[in-house]
């Protein structure tokens, strides 16, 4: 598969040029980003809340305590509404209302499925570590049977979903071109820093 | 007011040592971010969008297209939740269980307010420019009547949320200090570059 199937939600209305459904694409958006936004529904109500997320081919994975009101939600069958966000810059146009900002985005809808399998579950818990800190799962303390049973781990199939994405300049109307107004790109990245040890 | 209000659903349950309701600690993870998540509902289908936001007092406003299908949504009744994340460090532990990350999020349940009158419309997109660039109001062109129009500009009061943050290094169990294993936080910052002016 080389392009995730577009469904009629999943179809981009606004601007559908910055739609993007290309696997590697979408993966890469995934994979760059440290956390996420579920938003799920419990009795007519929105629920939201933001994780650190990580994937293993088709699979996205979040964690959390097992007594997490969001999990158990998604666990009685509503289904998730995953978004993953990066923003790249802010875009400076001449008029006020070509003013935007250059992003990379993802909306995922999806089932969650607990992973009860212990051996899928430590080795998914391995691979958030190995995330954060490649060979991090070899070095730090393995949980045990208490930690493991206080932790859930959420599965959702990438399937169903759809990438935005925007890059460039401002694009500004033909006759505002002459105006004495700047135009630019601000650049907006994320920096992981050095670690600070503690002794 | 001080302190936002707690109400059952903003009653943090998971770490509720991470919970913070200072109108002036909150309204600052807002101010600082760029960007926000917006959940909400239709037919039983939860919609998520990422979107820029900024704040004026005790309204956070956000604006898009006014054929946003999300916006619809919004304005039929459906509640908002409103998610907005900071995440600030990777927290190593010496066992896999404790390892964290540090953050400041701030989740707000509120209805949505179509901005109808012209004058607070104008003056909020003057606010968004002066969020993301000082002066920059009175630099661009401002917006005529039809890019007004094609605008929508939301306002959500801001009253019932919470704030969570975590922040320091890793907390291990006593037994675990003595292995053989390091420890310690990897920061992560937002940055903003220099402005790439167009020629």
Redesign the interface.
Known sequence: MTEYRKTE?TRV??LPKRAEYDVDTVNAIIDEA??C?I???LD???????T?HWRDGNQLYVHG?S???LFKALLEG??????I?H?DG?V??????H?S?N?R?V?IYSQARLVEDSDEKRHA??QL?EK??RG??A??????EI?LK??SVLAFELDELSAKIRTG??VDDAE?MK?P??????????????????R
């Not at 007519?44 to 933001?50: D, F, V």
């Open positions: 939600r209305k606004r440290l956390i936004h938003a799920t529904q007519r109500q929105s629920l939201l809340q933001p650190i305590s007594k997490n009101g509503n289904e998730a509404c995953i978004a966000t923003l802010i400076f146009a001449r008029s006020a209302f003013h900002v992003y985005s909306v818990l391995d570590l954060f800190h991090r799962s070095q730090a303390r393995p949980a045990n930690e206080a932790t300049g401002p505002d105006l107004v700047w135009a630019g790109v601000q650049p907006v990245t994320t920096q992981l820093g050095e670690i600070e040890l503690e």
